[in-house]
């Protein structure tokens, strides 16, 4: 009996001695941001010099555990892909060491819908006409929308004027929201977070600041007008100014035409002149008067025969000179220089004649 509680007493000293020699993760943690699940720990305290690896299992909705990170040397281990959005786990993780492990750590079972943090949610501003809009922007989530998994979301806006203490707050549901109460040519600066549980806020947006504009300040679609409406007015002004000088120019070269021939006449007289009609009206010559010495000799006839031989010639000669004249006048207008030679033709058989 005393050796049966002796081996006893070995066996839990050595089972003791054994779990004692690997340590325990320190610090494990869950984190959850935007619908993710991550297991984070520390090592080991007072264990510098000695290299630990890792295992960390996720108990599913069949009530064991599976592993996910086997013999791991990091110090988290992502869930996401084994993970649904309104599921119920429990996560535990262990250290190994030389073929030897510690015990589980296990965390508390909990739903990743309620234990999620959001991240910072996108804000730009805009002013004009002296006010200022903020444009919010939900921010991703890993596995469905935001709007998705929380029914109701709002936003919490902070608003103050740069260099001063005192904050304005504004809680509201549209994504666009109108400041109010904001001085002109002041600059204000933003700070908004996303109210997708009651008491609960995502993570800070990034500071953003902004010069209210002036309330006087056109609006853009007014100045484009104007802008459109100056340019049809001068481009207006510059037909009728194009079309003035056009027309003017037209009645001038009306009522002072240009002594100029246009070239297409020009060019016609040009064809025109080398015609050989108008060649030959070029190269004539004027023709010129022709006439008809007349010598007159007095004899004094010897007799009454002597008288009738004379008119006799005298007729025949005026013959002559008809027909003479008649051929002298058909051959000038063929011919000027037939009409000389028959001129002087005429000229000797009067001489002749007269002889």
Same mark, same amino acid.
């Given at each position: 009996?005393?050796?049966?509680?002796?081996?006893?007493?070995?066996?839990?000293?050595?089972?003791?001695?054994?779990?004692?020699?690997?340590?325990?993760?320190?610090?494990?943690?869950?984190?959850?941001? /935007?619908?993710?699940?991550? $297991?984070?720990?520390?090592?080991? !305290?007072?264990?510098?010099? =000695?290299?630990?690896?890792?295992?960390?299992?996720? =108990?599913?909705?069949?009530?064991?555990?599976?592993?996910?990170?086997?013999?791991?040397?990091?110090?988290?281990? /992502?869930?996401?892909?084994?993970?649904?959005?309104?599921?119920?786990? !429990?996560?535990?993780?262990?250290?190994?060491?030389?073929?030897?492990?510690?015990?589980?750590?296990?965390?508390?079972?909990?739903?990743?819908?309620?234990?999620? %943090?959001?991240?910072?949610?996108?804000?730009?501003?805009?002013?004009?006409?002296?006010?200022? %809009?903020?444009?919010?922007?939900?921010?991703?989530? =890993?596995?469905?929308?935001?709007?998705?998994?929380?029914?109701?979301?709002?936003?919490?806006?902070?608003?103050?004027? =740069?260099?001063?203490?005192?904050?304005?707050?504004?809680?509201? /549901?549209?994504?666009?929201v109108m400041l109010p109460n904001l001085e002109p040519l002041v600059n204000y600066c933003v700070e908004v977070a996303v109210l997708y549980v009651p008491n609960k806020t995502s993570q800070p947006s990034n500071l953003t600041c902004v010069t209210n504009s002036s309330s006087h300040?056109?609006?853009?679609?007014?100045?484009?007008?104007?802008?459109?409406?100056?340019?049809?007015?001068?481009?207006?002004?510059?037909?009728?100014?194009?079309?003035?000088?056009?027309?003017?120019?037209?009645?001038?070269?009306?009522?002072?035409?240009?002594?100029?021939?246009? %070239?297409?006449?020009? !060019?016609?007289?040009? !064809?025109?002149?080398?015609?050989?009609?108008?060649?030959? *009206?070029?190269?004539?010559?004027?023709?010129?008067?022709?006439?008809?010495? $007349?010598?007159?000799?007095? *004899?004094?006839? /010897?007799?009454?025969?002597?008288?009738?031989?004379?008119?006799?010639?005298?007729?025949?000669?005026?013959?002559?000179?008809?027909?003479?004249?008649?051929?002298?006048?058909?051959?000038?207008?063929?011919?000027?220089? *037939?009409?000389?030679?028959?001129?002087?033709?005429?000229?000797?058989?009067?001489?002749?004649?007269?002889?």
């Amino acid at each position: 009996m005393t050796a049966l509680s002796g081996l006893s007493a070995l066996l839990c000293f050595i089972v003791y001695v054994s779990t004692e020699s690997v340590p325990i993760p320190e610090d494990v943690r869950v984190k959850s941001l /935007d619908m993710g699940l991550v $297991l984070e720990w520390d090592p080991p !305290q007072n264990t510098t010099n =000695k290299l630990f690896n890792y295992t960390a299992e996720i =108990k599913n909705w069949r009530d064991f555990y599976e592993p996910i990170c086997v013999r791991s040397s990091s110090l988290s281990c /992502d869930f996401i892909n084994n993970i649904t959005t309104f599921g119920a786990y !429990q996560l535990r993780v262990r250290t190994e060491l030389h073929g030897e492990t510690s015990d589980w750590v296990e965390t508390e079972n909990f739903k990743v819908d309620e234990i999620i %943090e959001i991240s910072a949610p996108r804000v730009e501003l805009t002013s004009r006409k002296g006010q200022t %809009e903020v444009d919010n922007t939900d921010p991703p989530l =890993k596995k469905r929308d935001l709007r998705d998994v929380y029914t109701h979301v709002s936003y919490l806006i902070l608003y103050w004027k =740069k260099g001063e203490a005192k904050k304005e707050e504004l809680i509201r /549901d549209q994504t666009r929201v109108m400041l109010p109460n904001l001085e002109p040519l002041v600059n204000y600066c933003v700070e908004v977070a996303v109210l997708y549980v009651p008491n609960k806020t995502s993570q800070p947006s990034n500071l953003t600041c902004v010069t209210n504009s002036s309330s006087h300040e056109a609006e853009p679609g007014l100045i484009a007008v104007v802008l459109l409406v100056s340019f049809l007015v001068v481009l207006f002004a510059v037909v009728l100014i194009f079309l003035a000088v056009w027309y003017s120019y037209k009645v001038c070269r009306i009522i002072f035409p240009d002594p100029k021939l246009p %070239e297409n006449l020009k !060019q016609f007289l040009s !064809q025109q002149s080398q015609s050989p009609i108008l060649s030959a *009206m070029q190269e004539s010559t004027q023709l010129k008067e022709h006439f008809n010495e $007349l010598r007159i000799f007095q *004899m004094e006839p /010897d007799s009454s025969q002597d008288n009738q031989q004379i008119e006799e010639l005298f007729r025949i000669q005026t013959d002559k000179d008809e027909c003479i004249e008649a051929d002298i006048k058909h051959s000038s207008e063929e011919n000027s220089e *037939m009409a000389s030679t028959t001129s002087e033709e005429k000229h000797l058989l009067a001489e002749l004649t007269l002889l």
